[in-house]
């Protein structure tokens, strides 16, 4: 690691993103990790406005909120669960629920098993060979496809039928849009990009929510402080008010704090994959970088030093590894240390803080996953408890920091106030 370490990679360093060839084979040939730069400009401008802003996330609001109350005293009544384990399912419901609004139950579960099989195989080695994940992974994506591909050709005949139907959900906004010289989405365009989302979309979210009331749980002064920042704002509330607002939401500075130093103490996403488009010199950088020849898998890793820095050189891979910056103790001193305090009035550089990544590529799903998370702990906070059944449970990092239990445990009601 070098001493000399100044600034962060990004898109302007000459690096497009460089996954591994068996990662694009599930997530697809169209998604945004497989793509050229040019391509990926156009297709995340044409995708990612149904999942930003205020206005679009405020249609999602109630839906969340109403499916959160509903596990919640699901979950409550159920005695001991994986509470990571049930999260993931929310979440999974809230992303497909914002594509596909419409679809039975039965196609969800459907997509929900199918996915998972995907999933693993995502992180496992690409072994095409029977019994093995990446292999099994593989057989669950043509199903997906072949599920999707029948979502997709039903709507495309209903929209013919009735040209003028409303835009229900993201696969609506999908079929919508078209660039700038009038071209639309393909079918396979569509399908993979939907397969990126629903990659990208629920387990962050799912994982994070995890951590942060277990956090909370554990630092019983912090638990109060957002507890009471919670009670206020109903207290604010006019009595015929039973919903939360977006303009709530916002203010709710301190849960706000809490979700940032979670974000950052855990680093769902340690790494992101970069591929240099041509050698670049870099003096030093920030993150803890290795560098390896990808034509076999970790076959070099050398360093190519000289006077100015570091030489990456055209075409070789580059892991940008977040969890050093998160925990440098320059940057954050006592690192370990669960404090969402130290997000008081702080102004971190460019850089610091990236638990979404950065560049052309930062999560476009950035104020969704906040949201989510918000609308979660605001009623947890007022009404639950979590009694972890193992709260020393170990904890396994990779590919994602989580209780090798999967968080078992109760979510205990605490009243039978109906915020
Ligand atoms: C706490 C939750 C989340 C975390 C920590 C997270 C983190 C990240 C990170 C680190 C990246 C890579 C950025 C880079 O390469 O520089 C990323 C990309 C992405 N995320 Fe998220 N994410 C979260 C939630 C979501 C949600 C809810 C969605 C969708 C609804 C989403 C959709 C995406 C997509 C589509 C990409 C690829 C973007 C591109 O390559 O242009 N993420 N996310």
């Not at 990790?33 to 391509?39: D, L, V």
């Not at 679809?103 to 093995?132: K, Q």
């Not at 440098?328 to 803080?353: C, L, M, Q, V």
Request: charged share 25%; hydrophobic share 40%; glycine share 4%.
């Amino acid at each position: 690691m070098p001493e000399t370490c100044k600034r962060v990679l990004t898109d302007d360093d000459k690096f497009t993103v460089g996954w591994p060839q068996s990662t694009i084979e599930l997530i697809g040939k169209k998604s945004f990790i497989a793509i050229s730069y040019e391509e990926h400009k156009r297709l995340r401008r044409l995708t990612s406005s149904s999942i930003n802003g205020m206005e679009a996330l405020s249609l999602y609001l109630t839906y969340i909120e109403e499916n959160v109350k509903t596990f919640l005293e699901k979950w409550s009544n159920m005695g001991q669960i994986e509470f990571l384990t049930e999260l993931r399912k929310l979440t999974f419901k809230i992303i497909m629920h914002i594509f596909l609004s419409s679809e039975s139950e039965l196609v969800m579960e459907a997509l929900e098993r199918e996915y998972t099989t995907l999933n693993h195989g995502v992180r496992a080695m690409g072994i095409n060979v029977p019994g093995f994940a990446y292999h099994k992974a593989l057989k669950a994506r043509k199903n997906l496809v072949s599920i999707f591909q029948s979502i997709v050709s039903e709507r495309r005949s209903q929209r013919k039928e009735n040209p003028c139907m409303e835009t229900r959900d993201m696969m609506d906004a999908l079929m919508d849009v078209e660039d700038e010289n009038g071209r639309k989405l393909s079918d396979e365009e569509i399908i993979d990009v939907m397969m990126m989302y629903l990659n990208a979309g629920h387990e962050s979210s799912g994982h994070i929510t995890m951590w942060a009331t277990v956090l909370l749980q554990k630092h019983p002064e912090c638990l109060r402080e957002a507890k009471a920042e919670q009670e206020e704002i109903i207290k604010r509330r006019p009595p015929s008010q039973k919903c939360l607002t977006l303009k709530e939401i916002r203010q709710m500075q301190y849960l706000s704090k809490v979700i940032d130093e979670t974000l950052r103490l855990i680093t769902f996403s340690l790494v992101v994959f970069r591929e240099a488009k041509s050698d670049v010199n870099i003096n030093g950088i920030l993150f803890f970088v290795i560098i390896f020849s990808f034509t076999f898998l970790f076959k070099k890793t050398v360093f190519h030093l000289d006077d100015a820095g570091y030489i990456i050189p055209k075409g070789w891979k580059v892991l940008v590894w977040f969890r050093t910056v998160h925990l440098d103790p320059e940057i954050y001193p006592n690192p370990k240390e669960f404090n969402p305090s130290r997000w008081n009035g702080s102004t971190h550089k460019a850089g610091e803080f990236l638990p979404f990544g950065a560049g052309t590529r930062l999560c476009p799903g950035n104020d969704l996953a906040k949201m989510e998370i918000t609308i979660f702990l605001h009623y947890f906070l007022l009404n639950y408890e979590l009694e972890q059944a193992n709260p020393t449970c170990p904890v396994r990092y990779l590919p994602h920091t989580r209780p090798m239990d999967n968080c078992l445990g109760r979510v205990n009601k605490l009243s039978s106030v109906d915020a």
